[in-house]
Antibody, heavy 118, light 110 residues
Framework: QVQLQQSGPGLVKPSETLSLTCTVSGDSIGTYYWSWIRQPPGKGLEWLGYIYYTGSTNYNPSLKSRVTISVNTSKNQFSLKLSSVTAADTAVYYC????????????WGQGTLVTVSS | QTVVTQEPSFSVSPGGTVTLTCGLSSGSVSPSFYPSWYQQTPGQAPRTLIYTTNTRSSGVPDRFSGSILGNKAALTITGAQADDESDYYCVLYMGGGISVFGGGTKLTVL
């Protein structure tokens, strides 16, 4: 069974970089596409971007200048970095597996609430 | 930038049928947008219900169905149950690797 386990700090200071990691078990990261999605408190979901095991990435145009997604195939992990954070980046962040050919998310991490505050 | 539109809220009576829709601020939704639907209850990660317009994800009851209705994607719940009360999100594939979530519909069963 595929499982995605998220890790990373729940509190980040304004102007700093948010960093989260998603560890995949039950599947090789060398298949599918691996995404990050976030949800501000009380609001809807927002797709941030994805990475393929080759390192190929694609990002939400509205956040492209601040988002970096990377992959570590030896650890079956992928990671998110969001730079220059503000209070508006406070959200629950989810990692998810996305199918390449039919473009849907089938497995999700448990979610991590990241609060941006000094 | 194209916006994916959903009804902010909807209500249905227990046992009733409800259809939620997913449209575009400009243009029509077709199967080439690979519409998918997700159910989310408070504090939980989303659960995949439907993908490629009308394919149910594993374990999803057949009272959930997807379709294209007119110029929108649609999620129909037939015989609504109390535990269907949730937020529902659609996702459309915009091409170029880009996926866009709709704003979500809060469904009340009462």
């Amino acid at each position: 069974q595929v499982q995605l386990q998220q890790s990373g700090p729940g509190l980040v200071k304004p102007s700093e970089t948010l960093s989260l990691t998603c560890t995949v078990s039950g599947d090789s990261i060398g298949t599918y596409y691996w995404s990050w999605i976030r949800q501000p408190p009380g609001k809807g979901l927002e797709w941030l971007g994805y990475i393929y095991y080759t390192g190929s990435t694609n990002y939400n145009p509205s956040l492209k200048s601040r988002v970096t997604i990377s992959v570590n195939t030896s650890k079956n992990q992928f990671s998110l970095k969001l730079s220059s954070v503000t209070a508006a980046d406070t959200a629950v962040y989810y990692c998810a597996r996305r199918h390449g050919g039919v473009y849907y998310f089938d497995y999700w991490g448990q979610g991590t609430l990241v609060t941006v505050s000094s | 930038q194209t916006v994916v539109t959903q009804e902010p809220s909807f209500s249905v009576s227990p046992g009733g049928t409800v259809t939620l829709t997913c449209g575009l601020s400009s243009g029509s939704v077709s199967p080439s947008f690979y519409p998918s639907w997700y159910q989310q209850t408070p504090g939980q990660a989303p659960r995949t219900l439907i993908y490629t317009t009308n394919t149910r994800s594993s374990g999803v009851p057949d009272r959930f169905s997807g379709s294209i209705l007119g110029n929108k994607a649609a999620l129909t719940i037939t015989g609504a149950q109390a535990d269907d009360e949730s937020d529902y999100y659609c996702v459309l594939y915009m091409g170029g690797g880009i996926s866009v979530f709709g704003g979500g519909t809060k469904l009340t069963v009462l």
